[in-house]
């Protein structure tokens, strides 16, 4: 019954998209014959869903013949409540700013809008039409640097999401790794430079292996210690001994890897009570580091 209903309404629909020559692109077979619509086979043991979904589109038909109705002023008398009349006029409005449109204009019904207690019509409405709350990401940009020498990613051009905050030092700094080592180094006795290793990887034994290979060259090695997962392998300092950062990161062969002050909290869920007298930590992450013989 409702697939019949929904077939017939749906053939009303083209008899008026042809006849006042609106939406006719929608109509099958074109204008101004278009082809009869007959209703599909209906399931045999419909489902509420099938059965919501087909009075959900008997409604949107009847919705949209009562449009055309009023709009062209024919068959007004089976209109419900006759044209012309809206439940309440439409209020223009403007979003506000930190939202994606922020300042675009809309209109909405204040009837439509009214579900939840907690916020008014206008607040609703906003949520529906001026999309995401960006806060300080309104003002975000797409900007691209080429890293400069002396860097990690020397030469290479980086694109990234700049939120209005960042300036270039700041964007050369978090995108474009810390500092290479440099030519001259003037390396410190290993025997006075505490150093601790930490496993960032699912490699067994490679801050072990590694503790080792730097005790044999006279640095001062601390227990090694697990650390949270990683993505790559980097240096950590404390202040003052950069210099020595490098000098270990060269003995290894491991030049182009960044190089970074230490932060506090230390890096890979490390504490300072684990990090002891170490001025050095290394960060295994899973990269070369990771898979040195020892």
Known sequence: MRDQLIANQEN????????????????????????????G????????????????????????????????D???????????????????AVCPDNFDRAGMEFQY???????????????????EYCGEWCGEWCDTTIETIVCPPGTVRSGESVTYENPGTLGEDDAIAIFCGGSVVSEELECRDPSTIGVLVA???????????????????????????????????????????EVDAQCIARLLGESEKPLWPMPDPPPGGLT??????AFVLILIGPDSLAQRPG
């Open 272 to 277: 300072l009570e684990s990090l002891g007298n």
């Open 199 to 241: 496993n960032g990887t699912d490699v067994s034994g490679a801050a072990g292996r590694l503790s080792g290979e730097l005790n044999a060259a006279n640095y001062v090695t601390l227990p090694p210690h697990n650390a949270s997962p990683q993505t790559g392998s980097a240096f950590y300092y404390r202040a003052g001994y």
């Open 41 to 72: 086979p209906a399931p045999a043991n419909p489902t509420q869903n099938d059965i919501d979904m087909r009075d959900g589109l008997v409604q949107s038909q009847e919705a949209l013949l009562n449009v055309y109705r009023c709009q062209f």
């Open 74 to 92: 024919v068959d007004t008398q089976l209109v419900p409540g006759g044209c012309g009349v809206s439940e309440s006029p439409l209020v223009t």
């Open 12 to 39: 009303l629909l083209n008899t008026y998209r042809c006849l006042f020559g609106v939406d006719t692109g929608v109509v099958p077979g074109g204008c101004p014959t278009p082809d009869r619509i007959a209703p």
């Open 109 to 127: 019904n204040p009837d439509d809008f009214q579900s939840d207690p907690a916020l008014t019509a206008f607040e609703e409405a906003v949520e």
